[in-house]
């Protein structure tokens, strides 16, 4: 029976019952949920404490209809505790017909009980389920979500911290476990690519960097959809997403979700400060480490949907000519970003100066004639690279964002993975430094060799 149905209590019947020698009394009963087609779901209880695994149902009249054996199983235990479990409740499980004093821990949907003498699980359930997602971008999907009573929520069971819902900050409820219409600007659609798309972040960086969540301690974070303007946004806490400039797709796609979640990694990088530095040169590290974010999701996902590229917001169409918004190979191709870093970079607007990282970041990864169907990219200084492979880049680039600080620049940024290369990727070192001198960031004072 799922437990969450007893949210709602009613009742309480008390029955004396036979107390442990040298204990006060204790009094057991039931806690009687929420009514539901006229029957009432029913929880025993011991004391204070709730019985887990003993319960029933009873029919509009109050006749028992159903139960588990444990709810008649007789009582007689201590109520008091030998250990402690931080952020747990203290209950009765019997989810084996042998009750015993146990803590029961909540860890997002996977409920955990240790034995509160010994310290032992006991038992342990999850309330998770995967339900049938149907999104714009993607189609049908499975994604993690969550029962919350007789309703479903798009909350990830599977990354901690993980929801989306429309502008109230709310996760999407129903009561079927099936989300999205695959319709464009339907927002609950828009959710679907949004939460899966956060997934497949989130399942990168712990496969490929071993980080765990976005704020390096497993933690997704939540995300709004409906955000009545064309574009979309991080604000420290959660990503939002508007339309593109036509207004006939949400900004949801993979690359794009990522881009936004990806300034969280930003922001729980390095020094908590300089996530938060969002203008020069910072900022513009800032706004490439979400294009790169973005693209290793969509390289990692590999959706047959969504092939992996290094164009940014292709799919969303966000300008409506067919374009895409950046270009990491070529960055000057939209018109605007500077493939070369120069002494006009720290007062150029921070989206396009940003360019200079991800066609370093496309040089270290791709090269410059690569093999694989990726396109060619010419250097500022004329040399020809060859590429070490996306994964690869992408562990220096984010070991290299760990050393991240509130005065983070383009020489720094080289500096941190030249120093990340030579002590964990040696073979790399030297193609990482070829990439940046490729795009024209010069040595800065203190910089490893290779």
């Known amino acids: 029976m799922n437990r969450t149905i007893l949210g709602a209590l ?4 008390l029955v004396a019952t036979a107390a442990p020698a040298g204990a006060a009394p204790v009094v057991s009963g039931e806690l009687r949920g ?3 087609s006229g029957y009432t779901a029913v929880q025993r209880t011991y004391g204070d404490l709730p019985v887990v695994g003993a319960d029933a149902v009873q029919d509009a009249a109050g006749r028992t209809v159903s139960r588990s054996e444990a709810f008649d199983v007789p009582l007689r235990l201590s109520t008091v505790p030998t250990t402690r479990v931080a952020g747990a409740r203290l209950v009765v499980e019997a989810y084996d017909n042998r009750p015993k004093l146990a803590w029961e821990r909540v860890d997002g949907s996977r409920h955990t009980f240790l034995d509160a003498h010994t310290g032992r699980v006991t038992f342990e359930f999850d309330l998770s389920a995967d339900a049938n997602g149907k999104g714009y971008y993607y189609g049908d999907v499975d994604l993690p979500t969550t029962q919350s009573g007789a309703n479903w929520t798009l909350v990830d069971s599977a990354h901690p911290g993980g929801q989306c819902g429309p502008q109230t900050g709310q996760p999407y409820s129903k009561n079927v476990n099936s989300f999205g219409t695959g319709v464009a600007r339907d927002l609950e659609t828009a959710c679907v690519d949004a939460l899966y ?3 497949k972040e989130n399942d990168m960086l712990k496969a490929w960097f071993g980080r765990e969540g976005l704020d390096g301690k497993g933690r997704s974070a939540p995300q709004r959809v409906g955000m009545a303007t064309a574009n979309a946004m991080w604000n420290g806490s959660y990503a939002n997403y508007g339309y593109n400039m036509p207004k006939t797709k949400d900004l949801t796609a993979f690359d794009i979700a990522g881009h936004e979640l990806g300034h ?7 020094s908590s400060v300089g996530g938060y530095r969002y203008f020069a040169e910072s900022g513009a590290l800032n706004e490439s480490t979400g294009d790169i974010m973005g693209t290793l999701t969509e390289h990692y996902a590999n959706d047959p949907h969504d092939k992996p590229d290094y164009d940014f917001s292709e799919m969303a169409d ?3 000519n067919g374009k895409p ?12 970003s500077p493939d070369c870093y120069s002494s006009s ?5 921070i989206h396009l100066a940003g360019g200079v990282q991800n066609h370093w970041f496309y040089l270290l990864a791709e090269g410059t004639n690569p093999t694989n169907g990726q396109p060619v990219s010419p250097t500022c200084n004329n ?3 060859s590429g070490i492979g996306i994964q690869t880049a992408g562990k220096i680039f984010h070991a290299a964002l760990q050393l991240k600080t509130s005065s983070w620049n383009f020489a720094n940024a080289r500096k941190a993975t030249l120093q990340v290369a030579k002590a964990s990727y040696p073979a790399n070192c030297a193609a990482v430094k070829a990439a940046w001198d490729a795009v024209s960031v010069a040595a800065a004072p203190g910089e490893v060799t290779c």
């Not at 970079?345 to 607007?349: D, L």
Request: charged letters at 10%.
């Open 318 to 320: 966000f300008f409506g």
């Open 325 to 336: 918004m950046r270009i990491l190979y070529k960055p000057s191709n939209d018109g605007r």
């Open 34 to 36: 929420q009514t539901i």
């Open 197 to 199: 798309s956060a997934g």
């Open 10 to 13: 009613s009742a309480l019947t």
């Open 264 to 270: 969280g990694v930003f922001q729980w990088s390095g």
């Open 383 to 385: 040399s020809t690279l």
């Open 345 to 349: 970079i720290p007062s150029t607007e």
